[in-house]
């Protein structure tokens, strides 16, 4: 019996795992100067949970590399320490991959990563359950619906969901008083 996994892939999957390692490692000579360094075994981690998220999602990745994008746009993040760095990156790439499906693959790979980190690192303040539930929600929403109505993913997302109240919605001088005599007077 032939295994589907084993049929389309052009890299046997130990050495697209040991390739994934080493690249992943290799981006601690950057990551370093903000304090955060990943070791080999947080590295398989990191590979095992890019492979456990594609296959969650039914899809496949030629290049790789995504995983060093992530690493590589979110390292400067205010938000990251090494107490908690391996535990944001699992997230942020099984993120990205739901997402990445979500959002019907209308946004290229940089251009969802630049997203999640400006949200990430904005509206979000550091939180990825913030990021998953309310950013990348109301993303992948309008995408679905066709308002990709966004030109730079990038820009700031201060102050998305502040509203502006026009002079219709204020309610501030209702003439209508319940507990005044005759308060029906003019209403009739």
């Given at each position: 019996m032939i295994k589907l996994k084993e049929t389309f892939s052009l890299?046997?999957?130990s050495i697209a795992e040991k390739l994934a390692i080493t690249e992943i490692i290799h981006c601690n000579s950057?990551?370093?100067?903000?304090g955060l360094t990943l070791k080999e075994s947080e590295a398989k981690e990191l590979?095992?949970?890019?492979?456990?998220s594609l296959s969650k999602v039914?899809?496949?990745e030629f290049s790789g590399g995504t995983i060093n994008k992530l690493i590589l746009a979110f390292c400067d993040s205010p938000y990251l320490s090494q107490f908690h760095y391996a535990e944001t990156l699992h997230e942020?790439?099984?993120t990205f991959y739901y997402f990445k499906n979500e959002s019907l693959d209308e946004l290229d790979d940089d251009e969802l990563i630049a997203y999640m980190k400006q949200a990430f690192n904005h509206t979000c303040q550091g939180s990825v359950d913030l990021l998953q539930t309310r950013e990348l929600e109301n993303l992948a929403r309008k995408i679905r619906f066709g308002l990709r109505d966004f030109n730079d993913l990038?820009?700031?997302?201060?102050g998305v969901f502040e509203d502006d109240p026009t002079e219709e919605d204020d309610f501030s001088e209702d003439p209508f008083d319940p507990y005044q005599e005759n308060s029906m007077e003019g209403w009739i």
């Open positions: 890299i046997p999957s950057i990551t370093a100067r903000y590979a095992y949970t890019r492979t456990e039914g899809r496949i942020l790439i099984e990038s820009k700031d997302l201060e």
